[in-house]
């Protein structure tokens, strides 16, 4: 019984114990915001880096998307003759769910991967020490550019994904279901309240957050050697995966709860 | 006598239930050029990390210039210090001459300036300007080593370490990083510390040497004496013995 016991209680307090040093190394990296100098420099190119660069592949995340929800919307209301809420649908499914969270596994893929790598490798090639004694905080340098450029630029990504599902909703629409143009992007878009885009805006900051954190710490906490750095690689994309699941469905129940 | 630039007192490291570091007490004088040499394995990087604060001793006192530092290297120290990583340490994502005048533009250096001054520091280890615009990975192990040089003094520290500064170079390229150091270390009447294994390194760069092993400094003393001293530790290391009393099964 007791064996089982710590069985169970030895990853728990593991997870305890890993939750509060990642609290600590967030409020360490915030903190960071009240005292100069600030680092413009990495800031613009983490903006360019995680924003520009994954327009790509957010747009034909969202774009196929939207088509194929247009696609299923259509094919699950023909059962029951509501074919006229397709629009509707995509657009709201888009906004409130699809747009933000794809954007944000997508950007979990692409750019936690990415910051965890980049700093991992710069751990084991001893460059983040080289900072230290270059009297500059890894913190500041490293972690807090990125967090900020990512809770600032992927709620951005998030518009641009549901646009661009909308639109993609839309040419399967018109082009493969015999919609007309018009009234369709009227319907999507007059269905819509302000309350889902300003959920849709606040899950991409969140997200953007969660995978630019984790990835940092992931990078800065890696162990030694390649293997260090492919595991602090893995270990930051399921995570960022798993936080961005988890905190959609929180931000759901926070804006949409009956 | 005037206190020393780093004064180390009973400092202990261990590695779970291994000692890396078994009371290490260790004085540099301002201005002295001291290389400390072992084999490798036994904590000579160690105890650059903790004199630095990059890692926690277990135990005992630093000071650096008189002032305690036991929790890390206090931000006066370091912004006269320079360093020359094993690997160089470049940071990839920056061009050589940004590398080497980070620290000028972290003290608000106007950037025209900062580069005249990496370009400076980047002829004084033998590089040329055309080098100051390329990425570290463009660049030779030879010629990272000589930037990493660069970036180490284009502050004109007045405290350097050197942490394996010939290691994975070809003879004739550690002789030209020997004589650099030792170059920029009088140039600029620093005080200097060398970790390595490289006896060439010893020869060209030492005022003082000092001897680690299984945690404690066996034998320290003026580089005169080194080669000559009857120290059995001295004298394995320097004929590269198997047997002795540095036992080569770690």
């Known amino acids: 019984m007791i064996r089982l016991l710590a069985r169970i209680g030895a990853p728990a307090l593991g997870l305890l114990a890993v939750t509060g040093r990642l609290a600590i190394f967030t409020a360490r990296t915030l903190s960071h915001l009240a005292r100069p100098p600030f680092h413009g420099r990495e800031l613009g ?21 939207g088509g194929a929800l247009a696609l299923q919307i259509y094919a699950g209301s023909d059962r029951f003759g509501a074919q006229e809420a397709v629009p509707q649908i995509v657009a709201i499914g888009m906004v409130r769910e699809l747009g933000p969270v794809l954007v944000g596994l997508m950007v979990a893929a692409r750019v936690t991967s990415s910051i965890a790598a980049e700093i991992a490798t710069m751990k084991v090639t001893e460059q983040i020490d080289a900072l ?52 369709y992007l009227r319907s999507s878009l007059d269905f819509l309240e ?16 969660l995978c630019a954190l984790l990835g940092c710490w992931f990078g800065m906490t890696s162990g030694r050697g390649a293997m260090g750095v492919g595991r602090a690689t893995k270990g930051a994309v399921v995570a960022a995966a798993i936080a961005i699941l988890a905190a959609n469905l929180l931000l759901t129940e926070a804006f949409f709860a009956a | 006598m005037s206190t020393p630039a780093i004064s180390v007192r009973g400092l202990r490291k261990s590695f779970g239930a291994t000692p890396v570091l078994d009371g290490i007490d260790l004085d540099v004088a301002r201005g002295e050029s001291l290389v400390i040499v072992g084999g490798s394995g036994t904590g000579k990087s160690v105890l650059l990390r903790c004199i630095l604060g990059l890692m926690r001793a277990d135990a005992g006192t630093i000071r650096l210039d008189g002032q305690d530092a036991t929790g890390g290297a206090p931000e006066a120290f370091l912004r006269r210090f320079g360093m020359l990583f094993q690997g160089g340490a470049l940071f990839d994502s920056l061009p ?39 990425y570290p990975a463009e660049l030779s192990g030879g010629m990272q080593k000589r930037a990493a ?25 550690a002789t030209v990083i020997n004589r650099l150091i030792r170059e920029q270390v009088t140039a600029l009447g620093a005080t200097a510390v060398t970790i390595t294994h490289d006896l060439t390194t010893v020869r060209m760069v030492a005022d003082r040497v000092a001897l680690l092993h299984d945690g404690r400094l066996r034998w320290t003393g003026p580089v005169s004496a080194f080669e000559t001293s009857d120290d059995p530790h001295v004298a394995q290391f320097i004929t590269g013995r198997a047997d002795g009393p540095i036992a080569t099964l770690r």
């Open chain 2, 149 to 173: 040089l660069a970036r180490a003094i284009a502050a004109r520290p007045s405290v350097l370490f050197f942490d394996e500064p010939t290691a994975g170079l070809d003879p004739i390229l």
């Open chain 1, 194 to 209: 302000r309350v889902d885009w300003i959920s849709s805006l606040v899950k991409g900051g969140v997200f953007g957050f």
């Open chain 1, 132 to 183: 230290v004694t270059l009297s500059t905080h890894p913190l500041k340098y490293l972690v807090l550019p990125r967090v900020l450029a990512a809770t600032l630029v992927v709620p951005a990504l998030v518009a641009v994904g549901d646009v661009i599902g909308i639109m993609g909703g839309w040419i399967v629409a018109t082009e493969r279901l015999g919609y007309v143009s018009g009234p």
């Open chain 2, 96 to 134: 050589v001459w940004r590398n080497v005048a980070f620290r000028l533009l972290h003290d608000g250096m106007p950037p025209n300036e900062a580069r005249a001054r990496a370009v400076a520091a980047l002829a004084a280890v033998g590089l040329s300007g055309r080098v100051a615009d390329l």
């Open chain 1, 45 to 65: 190119r983490a903006l360019f880096q995680i924003g520009w660069l994954s327009l790509p592949v957010v747009g034909f995340t969202a774009l196929f998307t």
